[in-house]
């Protein structure tokens, strides 16, 4: 059966909840934005694609609501290779990163609020045409700075890494209207090879810091953010 996940008051991922899609989405898009019409082409410095609502007043938000971080596959066989703990570590790891760099430069809050954003995450190796649709969502047991694993990753594992995206959206909180969304993929040329535990941590790490520097910068008046 297709998961069917309604927004409820994140990329990420599921959230709680699902919003009603407007327009049915591309065979080759995973489905987890609502309209992939809006993003274009990033440019040097950007994400892959991204969406940035004009008219959206970034100096009012100071908190975030920060759903979960879920990965969306083609249902559950489809990654039958790789052990679930390595998907969920994986998960864990990117939102750990992601929530502790969010909360050095803005209030973390549960639920909607004055001025708050919510942000949705996931990493996505599916299509909205597949017949079933999985989402697996992350634990949240990843505590900052617990060690990192120098093991060497499943085949399969690396494989899925170098694949999958990342997935995202920020929205406000309150209204939901969209503020920003983005698509982004590990770059081949020139990246530095991911064959540990501790290349992924490094990788997610500095993704995610560049993630949330532009959207304080954003957030106190400058500009790039989702770049």
């Known amino acids: ?110 639920k909607p609020g004055p001025g708050a954003m919510r942000i949705r995450l996931a990493i996505t190796e599916a299509r909205a045409s597949d017949p079933t649709l999985d989402v697996l969502r992350a634990r949240g047991t990843g505590e900052p700075g617990t060690p990192v694993s120098a093991a060497p990753l499943h085949p399969e594992m690396r494989r899925f890494i170098q694949a999958a995206r990342i997935e995202g959206e920020i929205r406000d909180a309150n209204t939901d209207e969209l503020l920003a969304a983005g698509v982004d993929r590990r770059r081949r040329t020139g990246a530095p090879p991911i064959d540990t535990w501790v290349d992924v941590q490094r990788a997610i790490d500095s993704w995610a810091e560049r993630l949330c520097e532009r959207m304080a910068a954003r957030a106190q008046g400058g500009a790039g953010l989702v770049r």
């Open 1 to 110: 059966m297709r998961h069917s996940l309604a927004l409820v008051p994140v990329l990420l991922v599921v959230l709680g909840g699902c919003s009603p899609r407007s327009k049915a989405p591309s065979p080759d898009v995973s489905g987890f934005l609502d309209d992939y019409s809006l993003l274009r082409e990033g440019a040097a410095g950007e994400v892959a694609l991204v969406y940035r609502n004009p008219k959206a007043d970034w100096t009012s938000y100071d908190t975030v609501l920060f759903e979960p971080v879920t990965l969306w596959r083609s249902g559950r066989g489809s990654l039958g290779p790789i052990p679930e703990d390595d998907l969920l570590r994986l998960l864990d790891l990117l939102e750990t990163s992601v929530r502790r760099r969010l909360g050095e430069r803005f209030r973390l809050v549960d």
